[in-house]
């Protein structure tokens, strides 16, 4: 299972995302995958996963199913998101 969270770097929640990744791998060692909607592979990715309001964060299977997603802030707690990584 992985965790993605897509946004843009240079938007106004940049800072609270990057913070809430920095958070998170210190707390927990893991890592969250970042994709910027404006790249081609984070468009690709946005279209096949119906992402439009970012941040958004999704937590997708091996097999790449999608089992639960948060979108916009606040954020999800790094405990929600840990279950996953």
């Known amino acids: 299972m992985r965790v993605v969270v ?14 809430f990744l920095r958070d998170f791998e ?9 994709l910027n909607p404006d790249s081609p592979e984070g468009a690709d990715f946005c279209r096949v996963y ?3 309001q970012y941040p958004t964060m999704l ?13 916009g802030l606040p954020l999800p707690t790094i405990s929600e998101v840990s ?3």
Not at 26 to 34: L, W
């Open 83 to 85: 279950y996953y990584a």
């Open 6 to 19: 897509v946004y843009r770097e240079d938007s106004e929640v940049a800072t609270t995302v990057e913070s």
């Open 59 to 71: 937590a997708i299977s091996d097999d790449n199913q999608l089992q639960t997603s948060w979108e």
């Open 50 to 52: 119906d992402i439009v």
């Open 26 to 34: 210190r707390q927990t060692g893991n890592t969250i995958d970042v």
